[in-house]
Every structure is written in C-alpha cells, then in structure tokens.
C-alpha cells in the first residue's frame, strides 16, 4: 500500500460520521487558508518584499514538495488550493481589511467547528496521534473530490 493511502486509511478512521466529514470539507481548506494567511502577514525585510515575496511563499514550498510526494494529483491539487489561497490573500491585502484579522477569525471558527465535529464523531482528531496529519487533512479533501472525479492519487 502507498503511503498516501495509508495516511487516508488512517485519517479517515476518525473521520466517518456523515456531519463530521461535511464539517471538514469546509474547515480544512479554510484553516490551510488561513495558516497562509497569518504567515503571510509575518512581516518581511525590505530585501524580500522588494519581489513581491513573502514569508507565506517561501513556507508553503516545503509543504507543497511533501504533497507531490506523496502524489502528483494531491500536489497537483494543493498547489491549485494554495494559489487560490495567495489570490483571495492578494485581494483582502488590497483592502481595508487585515489580513491578519480575517485570517485569526477563520482559524478559530473552523477550529471550533472541527472539534464540535469530532465530538459528533466520539473520536479525537488524528493530528493528536500524529502531527503529520495536519498536512494531511487538505490533501485527504482533495482526495475525497478526486475519487468522485474518478481521479486517482
């Protein structure tokens, strides 16, 4: 069995109620979302924001490399979801908002939501057993809709 699977198979153990994994299609994504967020908000040297670039696009490599590891359709997927991210940052940044605002305030109601959706569930979150299914958890998403796709990973 491929690693990739394996770690589903794992993370779905904890995953099987109907609520809890409706749940985590929404907060997932949101939460990688707003982790970018709060990184790119970090502020940078002079040296580094003159290209445009921020902390958030220097983290996100180590972590996007991981997910083609593990798959190309899952890296594939995740660096679709992490340029989606960048531009919905890109737009909040242009506003009057703080990116760091939105970001805290999605991060802790998706939290709040995930952990009423493991209550449902009667299971604890696998990030407690393993830290890696933190990364995990976005990619298992994306599996999710590829395997309705009929797409394998």
Same mark, same amino acid.
């Not at 970090?42 to 593990?70: C, E, K, S, T």
């Not at 995990?136 to 809709?145: K, Q």
């Given at each position: 069995?491929?690693?990739?699977?394996?770690?589903?198979?794992?993370?779905?153990?904890?995953?099987?109620?109907?609520?809890?994994?409706?749940?985590?299609?929404?907060?997932?994504?949101?939460?990688?979302?707003?982790?970018?967020?709060?990184?790119?908000?970090?502020?940078?040297?002079?040296?580094?924001?003159?290209? %445009?670039?921020?902390?958030?696009?220097?983290?996100?490599?180590?972590?996007?490399?991981?997910? +083609? &590891? #593990?798959? /190309? !359709?899952?890296?594939?997927?995740?660096?679709?979801?992490?340029?989606?991210?960048?531009?919905?940052?890109?737009?909040?940044?242009?506003?009057?908002?703080?990116?760091?605002?939105?970001?805290?305030?999605?991060?802790?109601?998706?939290?709040?939501?995930?952990?009423? %959706?493991?209550?449902?569930?009667?299971?604890?979150?696998?990030?407690?057993?393993?830290?890696? +299914? &933190? #990364?995990? /958890? !976005?990619?298992?998403?994306?599996?999710?809709?590829?395997?309705?796709?009929?797409?394998?990973?």
């Amino acid at each position: 069995m491929r690693d990739i699977e394996r770690l589903f198979n794992e993370y779905s153990e904890s995953h099987r109620n109907p609520t809890n994994k409706l749940i985590h299609q929404l907060a997932v994504p949101l939460i990688y979302f707003s982790v970018i967020g709060l990184v790119w908000s970090v502020p940078v040297p002079d040296w580094l924001a003159q290209y %445009g670039v921020n902390f958030a696009h220097l983290a996100i490599l180590p972590a996007l490399y991981y997910y +083609f &590891l #593990l798959s /190309g !359709p899952i890296g594939a997927a995740m660096t679709l979801l992490t340029i989606v991210c960048f531009l919905v940052l890109q737009q909040i940044a242009a506003s009057d908002i703080a990116v760091w605002q939105v970001s805290v305030a999605v991060f802790v109601v998706m939290w709040v939501l995930q952990f009423i %959706g493991h209550i449902i569930e009667g299971k604890r979150p696998s990030f407690f057993t393993d830290i890696r +299914f &933190l #990364l995990i /958890g !976005p990619a298992w998403v994306w599996g999710s809709w590829l395997k309705r796709l009929n797409i394998g990973y």
